[in-house]
């Protein structure tokens, strides 16, 4: 009997793990069928923005021992950062990237942007 030789092909390595882990994480798996649809009928759109935006609604953050869910303006820069990043921060982005405040208002107290 011949050895089994490893896996080295993309799905055994990352596509399957990946995947099990997601479904584990408690994430569903869509069909093509439905991914197409989520995408709004745009193939090339990687990220789903309503399912993103569902996800985030349900955040929220801790400050000064409250809970606030995340504002509609953070989730909406959230959302364009994620769906849309700059391509010339790929290496070094997580040194220079902006950071978005939770909230523009938490309890009365404006958010001020710590540069």
Known sequence: MKPLAPRFQE???AKIPAL???ANLGWELLSPEQ???ARGG???KVVLRQVLRTELKKRTF???GKDYP???KTIDNLVADVCTPA???CLFGHQTRQQYPPGDIVAGIP???NH
């Open 20 to 22: 099990k882990l997601l």
């Open 111 to 113: 958010k001020v942007k």
């Open 62 to 64: 801790t400050f000064a």
């Open 35 to 37: 991914a197409l649809l």
């Open 70 to 72: 995340l504002s509609n």
């Open 87 to 89: 391509l010339n921060e």
């Open 11 to 13: 799905e055994y390595s």
């Open 42 to 44: 745009k193939a090339d």
